[in-house]
């Protein structure tokens, strides 16, 4: 999974001893932040109907190998795994800690796709949806979006997969906000709460550095 991270970074000006900074430093600076925000919208468009045209189910020779590295790293989720995939026709998608992924955006409001972090009990998810905030939702994954993905983090523990889920919901009812950035803990958008929902167990998933994160 690639997720894509855009990190504004806060320059500091120094002017003289009292570090002042004039009113049309900030418009120009203002103006410059618009416009690189701008084309990275742009060019996030762009990556993310790249990936739906390149889109893949996931073959079962990957599934494969994927559980075998499960059962190695965390076996209490390897039998957790083993369970979903014999009840797929449930709708549910990943166990504990997964990340999902979907690219659909006719349900997912925004261009870029949506993406969601499983519960410890897999039949819930936890997701920053817009107007509504960070919620549990019924994890009816593979039901609810065309194109569907689910996402193990390499070489993490159940520890870690337990501890990703629970702060992500630690935050349900925080409300969604396109303008969080990775430092923001108090508002969230779908990919970047999956973002530092692992970031804060240890697993920095930024591929790429920066302030937008979306699911392609």
């Not at 504004?8 to 900030?26: F, H, K």
């Not at 549990?136 to 070489?155: C, E, G, H, I, L």
Request: net charge positive.
């Amino acid at each position: 999974m690639k997720l894509k991270l855009k990190v504004l970074i806060a320059t500091a000006v120094l002017c003289s001893s009292l570090s002042t900074v004039t009113s049309n430093t900030l418009a120009n600076n203002k103006v410059t932040t618009e416009q690189q925000l701008q084309a990275e919208w742009e060019k996030e468009e762009r990556e993310t109907q790249q990936a739906i045209k390149n889109f893949q189910p996931t073959t079962a020779e990957k599934s494969r190998k994927n559980l075998e590295a499960l059962k190695k790293m965390a076996p209490e989720k390897y039998e957790e795994a083993t369970k979903v995939n014999i009840l797929a026709n449930s709708g549910k998608m990943g166990t504990v800690g997964d990340i999902l992924i979907t690219y659909d955006n006719k349900t997912s409001v925004w261009a870029h796709g949506h993406a969601a972090i499983v519960r410890d009990n897999n039949d819930y998810i936890v997701e920053a949806w817009p107007d509504v905030g960070v919620r549990v939702y019924q994890n009816n994954w593979a039901n609810r979006f065309s194109t569907k993905k689910k996402f193990y983090v390499k070489d993490a523990s159940y520890s870690k997969y337990d501890s990703a889920q629970k702060w992500a919901y630690y935050q349900v009812r925080d409300p969604y906000s396109l303008t969080a950035t990775k430092d923001s803990v108090d508002k969230f958008y779908c990919s970047q709460l999956v973002w530092k929902a692992w970031n804060n167990t240890g697993y920095d998933l930024d591929a790429d550095g920066g302030r937008i994160v979306t699911p392609c």
